[in-house]
């Protein structure tokens, strides 16, 4: 019996149409905010302040179940502000864990690169194991989880700059963009329309339907093609012709991450089979932040994304 998913459920169009109709503009931060719900990825969002960061975020925590906190990074932060601490009790002479803010199913991360090393080292296992280790004991962190991160790109006194381990844990980097003129409009419509009356509740997704949801993406269709595709894409930067651009290629966290998106962005399209499309729409937010350039790279003025994008015109889908 053919289990693959044939459209969309009614759980996540509903999810889709509550993202996009409070984020004006923002069509392609609410595609991957939903891939890495779908995936159970991590998210990297990029942009200048006042771009909707954090909105569209909180957005997301109110429209599925499950708990949710707001961690605000500062250069002065402890890595126990973030997982938690061991409490003594004097009453019983024991020591208790005491759970900090990573500890919920959704996890705003504001401005991460304000975060020191420790913190920014903290999260990078709760990232990667789900999990928090405190003293002798290990603690488990609920499901799913979901960390969803922002950075400033304008101001880089008292940051940190994300280490590439860190940067290779999340699934996808998005970079925004400032609005042009009628999207501006529209969003001065808009908040001045919430300024006068609430917007009506939403009913959440349950973490139920979250998970059915969740499975339809792994069953989505990746042809063998498809995924000699994504080889090839990531393949090309660690070729010797690549080497005088890229100190550091992409790693196969990469071909993981970009076949995972593929297919859960295959099916927010409602198909059950991925395409060559998604590949290629996805690999810069997927590829570029796993990517080391080198000095001459940097001198000419090159990005990642640049790469990435001459590689999509250089390698054949098929």
């Not at 601490?85 to 009453?91: D, G, I, L, M």
């Not at 401005?111 to 004991?137: C, D, F, W, Y």
């Amino acid at each position: 019996m053919d289990t693959r998913p044939q459209k969309v459920s009614d759980d996540v169009r509903s999810l889709i149409a509550y993202l996009q109709k409070g984020l004006i503009g923002h069509q392609v931060l609410t595609e991957r905010l939903l891939i890495a719900l779908l995936t159970g990825g991590h998210l990297l969002v990029e942009g200048a302040p006042g771009l909707a960061k954090t909105r569209s975020v909180k957005r997301l925590s109110d429209a599925v179940e499950g708990t949710f906190a707001r961690i605000q990074c500062t250069p002065d932060l402890m890595p126990s502000d973030l997982t938690g601490t061991q409490v003594f009790r004097p009453q019983d002479g024991q020591f208790e864990f005491v759970e900090g803010p990573v500890f919920h199913n959704l996890i705003l991360v504001d401005e991460i690169n304000r975060a020191p090393p420790k913190v920014q080292s903290a999260l990078l296992e709760a990232m990667a194991e789900r999990q928090v280790t405190s003293g002798p004991a290990t603690h488990t962190l609920p499901a799913p989880f979901l960390v969803v991160a922002t950075q400033n790109p304008i101001e880089h006194d008292g940051t940190f700059p994300l280490p590439e381990a860190q940067l290779d844990r999340f699934l996808l980097h998005v970079v925004l963009q400032l609005p042009d003129m009628e999207t501006e409009r529209h969003i001065l419509d808009l908040v001045e329309l919430e300024t006068q009356q609430a917007p009506p509740e939403p009913q959440p997704m349950t973490l139920e339907a979250l998970a059915k949801a969740q499975q339809r993406v792994r069953e989505v269709h990746l042809a063998p093609e498809l995924r000699d595709y994504i080889v090839r894409l990531v393949m090309a930067t660690r070729a010797e012709d690549a080497a005088e651009h890229i100190d550091h290629a992409v790693s196969p966290r990469g071909s993981l991450s970009l076949a995972s998106a593929a297919k859960a962005r295959a099916y927010l399209q409602g198909r059950d089979y991925a395409v060559p499309e998604d590949v290629a729409v996805l690999a810069p937010d997927a590829l570029a932040h796993r990517m080391v350039l080198s000095w001459r790279a940097v001198a000419d003025g090159k990005t990642a994304r640049q790469l990435v994008a001459d590689i999509l015109q250089r390698i054949d889908p098929l």
